[in-house]
């Protein structure tokens, strides 16, 4: 009897080791910059953007990121429909390979976000905008842009930014809490 308790918690641990092995991304990167690591198949244009697209983040995110050694790993192991995901306690961001332009801004706002939680206010916005707005950018399969205010504020916040005046008709005042916002972002010192 004691020998089958035995195997059963070496099997039981064994079997959590394969499934905590099977969801850990694979660690075959390779480290182009201070901050950025690759696989070996990446371009070395999505580095380039990654790199750039750092450079232009307004500076209280951008300092955040450099100076509390924040990582972005650009990978092709992560699950099939998350294009990115941070990851706060390891300070890391991982970018699915060819959605560096789309959505490299929207996981650098979960940074800021943890951070500086959006205020009551946010919430109006959020409950009246946020489904128009993600469909309008995103399409009809854009449901987990709005699916939570976290997420509609990463995402708005990227629709805003690169879009800019083009949001104004179709979210006022997601457009004006987020043009604030940025005006607000680039004039702190750096």
């Known amino acids: 009897m004691k020998f089958w308790k035995i195997s059963y918690g070496v099997a039981f641990f064994l079997l959590l080791i394969g ?7 694979d660690t075959s990167y390779n ?24 450079s232009y983040m307004p500076p209280v995110i951008r300092n955040k990121f450099t100076d509390e050694d924040w990582k972005v790993y650009i990978t092709n192991d992560i699950e099939s429909k998350v294009v990115g995901r941070t ?7 991982y970018i699915k390979t060819g959605f560096v332009n789309q959505e490299l801004l929207h996981e650098f706002f979960h940074i800021y976000l943890y951070e ?8 109006n916005i959020y409950e009246e905008e946020a489904e128009q707005m993600m469909k309008a ?11 939570d205010i ?26 004006a809490y987020f043009t604030d916002l940025f005006n607000k972002l680039y004039s702190e010192e750096q």
Not at 31 to 54: F, G, L, M, R, W
Not at 116 to 123: E, G, I, M
């Open 31 to 54: 480290k182009v910059s201070d901050y950025i690591y690759a696989q070996d198949n990446i371009s070395d244009n999505e580095i380039n953007q990654v790199a750039t697209y750092i």
């Open 116 to 123: 500086h939680p959006f205020a009551d206010d946010f919430k």
């Open 137 to 147: 950018y995103y399409g009809d399969d854009s449901k987990y842009k709005y699916s």
């Open 150 to 175: 976290t997420e509609f504020y990463c995402s708005a916040a990227n629709v805003v930014y690169w879009i800019k005046e083009d949001t104004s008709g179709v979210a006022p005042k997601s457009f």
């Open 19 to 25: 499934v905590v092995k099977h969801f850990l991304p």
């Open 87 to 93: 990851v706060i306690e390891d300070k890391i961001v």
